[in-house]
């Protein structure tokens, strides 16, 4: 539906240089990260902007912050100068994640003084990082160049909206130390696997020989080139997937009384991502659709929320397990294929078929 044109944003990012230039000024402590591509003395173009954020070990906030930065209009391919020198930073045009002040109106977006309790709005409360606060301020703008529309356009305050709760939330609260779950009981598996993490690990290891700036300058840069490119996946799929799936689903769930007079079953015209919390009453227990690779159709419970593994209404527990002729001898439904051992999901030959074992679960 959207043409999605990934080659601005990656001749813009991603021609950061192989070799670090030397640093900018003679104290030890600053480090150009990227060079301008074209000569600032050049009368066709303005002067490039710098924007920093500090040295030493880096965060996913700040690696992806300076990504996005760099994807406006108004800080397009600038340099990034990591420092802690208050001298440094007070000359430079935009500074995230250290010097203590957060003032938008001077491109200053630092989350770590006092008083510092700045939220994206929109109904989520999560305290904003480095990564937060510019997505909050240039989100919009990057989303609809994406999309190559207006920024007033509703879609892309659709995606401003999504894009933060699926992707940049969990690292501001991950940078902010805000757990994910309101429990003092341990969490039953550990996961390292998220982008925070996997940005981490790409500190210079205290075993390297090498400590240089440089050494620690050229892996901010692979920070920021993951922590990019998981972003730009993000909004692409949002742009690509979520936005055309956002549309049939609703379609759907104003029809689903036409389906059952319960209206806790729905039926999806074709197969797509179902992501959102359907906020609708009575809530939806149950999704049809027709696996088009299987040729068969699907009974899929609705979780109780977006990440979870709880559904509202699993299918009942002694058709579980069951396959086939015995599926169908126990629910007494013909063409029964189907039911998965936790209940979340089932299937049938035909859409009459589903639909009846959609109808006797919400019965049972």
């Known amino acids: 539906m959207w043409a999605i044109t990934m080659g601005g944003f990656n001749q813009k990012i991603f021609n950061l240089p192989k070799t670090l230039s030397r640093p900018l000024m003679a104290t030890s402590?600053?480090?150009r990260v990227s060079s301008p591509s074209y000569s600032t003395s050049s009368p066709n173009h303005a002067p490039f902007k710098r924007v920093g954020t500090h040295n030493g070990s880096f965060h996913c906030d700040e690696a992806l912050g300076c990504f996005m930065i760099r994807l406006t209009d108004k800080f397009s391919n600038s340099e990034i100068i990591?420092?802690?020198d208050p001298k440094v930073l007070e000359g430079l045009d935009a500074v995230l994640d250290v010097g203590g002040v957060y003032d938008p109106n001077h491109d200053r977006y630092d989350h770590h003084q006092k008083g510092f309790e700045e939220v994206f709005g929109h109904g989520?409360?999560?305290k904003l990082s480095s990564a937060g606060l510019v997505y909050k301020?240039?989100?919009k703008e990057i989303i609809a160049k994406e999309l190559q529309l207006g920024e007033d356009h509703p879609d892309v305050h659709r995606l401003f909206l999504a894009i933060y709760k699926s992707f940049v939330e969990a690292i501001d609260a991950i940078d902010?130390?805000?757990n994910?779950?309101?429990?003092?009981?341990?969490?039953k598996y550990v996961n390292n696997t998220h982008l925070s993490s996997r940005v981490g690990r790409l500190n210079l290891d205290w075993t390297d020989p090498d400590q240089s700036p440089e050494k620690e300058n050229e892996?901010?840069?692979r920070a920021m080139a993951l922590a990019g490119s998981e972003f730009l996946e993000s909004v692409q799929f949002h742009a690509r997937?979520?936005?055309p799936a956002r549309s049939i689903v609703m379609e759907c769930i104003a029809e689903r009384f036409d389906i059952d007079p319960s209206g806790e079953i729905m039926v999806l015209k074709r197969f797509c991502p179902l992501e959102a919390e359907l906020k609708v009453e009575p809530l939806i227990k149950y999704v049809l659709y027709e696996d088009e690779r299987g040729k068969q159709w699907r009974v899929q419970a609705v979780s109780v929320s977006p990440d979870s593994f709880e559904s509202r209404k699993p299918l009942p527990a002694q058709w579980r397990g069951l396959r086939d002729d015995e599926l169908s001898k126990e629910t007494r439904i013909s063409g029964c294929v189907f039911v998965h051992m936790s209940g979340f999901i089932g299937g049938n030959q035909t859409d009459e078929g589903a639909l009846v074992m959609a109808r006797t679960s919400l019965k049972m």
């Open 241 to 243: 997937s979520w936005l």
């Open 176 to 178: 902010n130390g805000i």
């Open 29 to 31: 402590n600053v480090i």
């Open 124 to 126: 989520f409360n999560t």
């Open 180 to 187: 994910q779950f309101d429990t003092d009981k341990p969490p």
């Open 137 to 139: 301020h240039f989100g």
């Open 219 to 221: 892996a901010f840069q």
């Open 82 to 84: 990591r420092t802690r």
